[in-house]
């Protein structure tokens, strides 16, 4: 209800832009709840065009070829325009070969990045079920996306007053009233069983160790929310490779929109 009375103030002042962070967070999120196989994807010309980060996995087709040899096995037409490796991030020519371990930064349409999923058998199962731990707006806007894409939602969350207010506002999302930052917990509301998890806590440290954890457990697709992004590096790889910033995310549209 808030946002739709800032797009209405908006409108009425004929102003161009309005910023949600928490919005953006969600929208994100919920785009690489689309495709899991994908650790980053943000979308330009009004959504027609994509661009995604794709790992280079352990048992890759793409492992050890030369990018001029990627239609051959990919199967379609798509860009390579980065490569993120261990020594820095590459702008790569045809004759640049790729390795595991590689993280390959692909643009392309979104009916092509589909078809370059199926083709290079990336895992890529729907999600069904997501389990949210922490109860902020966020997680609200997140949470609603997703039911109305028929996800089955859990949220976990230790206030008893914005339990009430979720539950109320979303009678489709289950709303567990407990602490999940705790193990057993976790492990009682059946971690494992999810297709994806995301840690929303109010604490970056709280939401590192939890998806670390929720990694280690086997979930298939965990995004950790971190506010501070100047230790990604170091964490990437150690189960927090979906991360996403409310901050960054809001610098980025802003940036967009000005270049437009």
Known sequence: EYSDQLVAMQEELGLSMTVNPEQAAAEEAFRMLQFPSFLKRDSFAK????IVAVPVGKGS??????????????GVNVLVCAVEREDGVH???GAFTL???DTIYVTGGIQDLAKLVKNLGLTDHRVRSL?????????????????DSGISVKIIERDHTRCVELAEAMPKATVIEADGARQDILLAEGLKDYDAVITLTGMDEENVVLSMFASHMGVPK?????NRTEFNEVLTGKGIDCAISPKELCTSDIMRYVRA
């Open 61 to 74: 087709k793409l492992a050890g070829i030369p990018l001029f040899k990627l239609y051959e096995i990919a």
């Open 99 to 101: 390795r595991e371990g």
């Open 91 to 93: 702008i790569p020519s």
């Open 47 to 50: 959504g027609q065009v994509e």
């Open 222 to 226: 965990v995004i950790t929310k971190i």
């Open 131 to 147: 389990l949210i731990v922490g109860g902020s707006r966020i997680a609200f806007y997140l949470a609603r996306r997703c039911i």
